[in-house]
């Protein structure tokens, strides 16, 4: 495998020159935007040399998906990011159509290994095909092994695709180093594969952990395999998958929890649920922090709405808020990391408000808002309460919470887009013993909305003008509710 130096040179250089003209005033508060250029699925999440590490794949040189590079970011404390060098080029024979998603894990030697996927690009009578790669380094500078692509199509089973072969995920184990590699089976399709080596370049198939079977979408994308809380969470991202239960069709992110016989490669599911229930989340991968948290991350956005969506921005998407991850009664649950409250300033807090007509709080009003809202149903005729972000004389986010039908609607079709793409969303969700409760997380042009404890967690990014900031209550009986609004900065 030969290796040339002039791609990534050139990225590093391009990325050199272009930073010093990009306006920092743009981006979000805290979520991770590229530097330059494009970014989609995150990549190589990990806590390496006393800093969290964040990979993600990237086009540097335009807005729109390219070839793949790895850009990289770092952080201290999950929500204030600075740039590095750009990591992987496709620069060998391996890897000359994409430097793909993947992983990273710090190995016994200190040293940091990258796995992704080498795409080689199609010839003449040939198909684009996938392999997976390694590179190693010192978190900043990759050396990609001469041995790549380190696993290929002939290490596995008849029937498994050479073609849709990819994004693995590792992690270390007591005798050497475990990845999920997601691949097509010709006949259970979307299929989640073990891999085991036990120097990270040698090899070799385990077993197959799960597969769709048309059941949700045709290809799983981006695996991770986890303990929890006592159970075992595997997380796929499908693509063409019909709506059915909880799922939306298209591309989606789905949580199966169970339990994992590693003897004999056998996972049981007990639940299967969507990770995130909104218009813009996909691929999310997931890391263990040194406290021993399981945080997960994802790109906000999917193969369908980034389609001719408007670059506002010298650069294009941008990443979830960190969110900690937990089991509770066998569903995957999440809330925002802790660290967020580090961000908190004037904070508002109104409590025991009756309302009824439309109405706002004092204080309560924003694009830079961690927002939680208590609402006391039990005792209320109370049917419908309505929330209104992101608001002015023509535009409006809705939250709609039917509580006589335990469902919650987001709506974002009067937000000003003229984009004719999906705009609503409804979660079965309702009152828990007599109340709901709703955290919002606003970053300018993003919502993330957790409910019920994290029970369910709607992300999307919203089109309404910054300036429309106000925030409105209503509902169509009198119902009691606490207000307690973070501003961040």
């Not at 809380?229 to 989606?252: I, T």
């Not at 994802?298 to 010298?314: F, L, Q, S, V, Y």
């Not at 404890?453 to 309404?464: A, F, K, R």
Request: aromatic residues 10%; charged residues 25%.
């Amino acid at each position: 495998m030969s290796v040339n130096p002039a791609p990534l040179n050139r990225v590093r250089e391009y990325e050199r020159e272009r930073a010093t003209r990009l306006p920092a005033d743009e981006r979000p508060l805290f979520h991770l935007t590229p530097l330059v250029g494009w970014m989609n699925d995150p990549n190589g999440f990990c806590y390496y040399k006393g800093q969290y590490h964040l990979f993600y794949q990237y086009h540097p040189f335009s807005r729109q998906w390219g070839p793949m590079h790895w850009g990289h970011a770092v952080t201290n404390d999950l929500l204030h990011w600075t740039y590095q060098p750009c990591a992987l080029a496709p620069d060998t024979q391996a890897d000359a159509g994409g430097c793909f998603s993947g992983s990273a894990v710090e190995m016994p030697d200190g040293q940091l290994l990258l796995a992704y996927t080498g795409v080689q690009p199609a010839g003449t009578f040939r198909r684009e095909t996938q392999a997976q790669c390694v590179a190693i380094g010192d978190g900043i500078d990759f050396e990609k092994s001469l041995l790549n692509p380190v696993i290929r199509h002939a290490h596995l089973p008849e029937g498994y695709s050479e073609f849709d072969f990819r994004d693995p995920k590792i992690w270390r184990e007591d005798d050497g180093y475990a990845m999920v590699v997601a691949n097509r089976h010709s006949q259970r399709q979307g299929s989640i594969l073990l891999m085991k080596s036990r120097d990270g370049l040698d090899w070799h198939f385990v077993g197959e952990i799960d597969a769709s079977c048309d059941e949700y979408g045709r290809m799983w994308e981006c695996p991770d395999f986890f303990e929890l809380d006592g159970m075992h969470v595997l997380l796929v991202s499908p693509q063409e998958m019909y709506a059915r239960e909880e799922f939306h069709a298209g591309y989606g992110t789905v949580c199966i929890v169970g339990t994992f016989d590693e003897k004999n490669c056998q996972f049981d599911r007990q639940t299967v649920q969507p990770v995130d229930y909104g218009l813009t989340f996909y691929a999310p991968q997931t890391m263990k922090a040194p406290d021993g948290r399981r945080i997960m991350i994802g790109w906000m956005d999917n193969w369908e709405t980034c389609k001719e969506a408007p670059r506002r921005h010298p650069w294009y998407a941008q990443m979830s808020a960190p969110r900690e991850l937990y089991i509770r009664n066998n569903r995957l649950c999440q809330r925002p990391v802790r660290e967020m409250e580090n961000l908190w300033k004037d904070t508002i807090q109104h409590n025991q408000v009756t309302v009824h007509e439309e109405m706002s709080l004092p204080g309560v009003q924003g694009r830079l808002m961690d927002m939680e809202i208590v609402l006391n149903g039990q005792d209320s005729a109370c049917r419908r309460f309505t929330l209104h972000v992101a608001k002015d004389e023509n535009h409006y986010i809705q939250i709609r919470c039917d509580l006589a039908r335990n469902e919650l609607i987001f709506d974002r079709s009067h937000g000003g887009s003229r984009r004719d793409i999906a705009h609503t969303r409804h979660v079965k969700a309702g009152l828990k013993d007599g109340k709901m409760t709703l955290r919002l997380l606003m970053d300018k042009e993003s919502i993330e909305l957790f409910v019920n404890d994290g029970e369910q967690v709607l992300t999307s990014l919203i089109p309404t003008p910054i300036s429309a900031d106000h925030i409105t209550f209503a509902a169509d009986a009198p119902v009691r509710m606490s207000v307690k609004a973070h501003h961040l900065g």
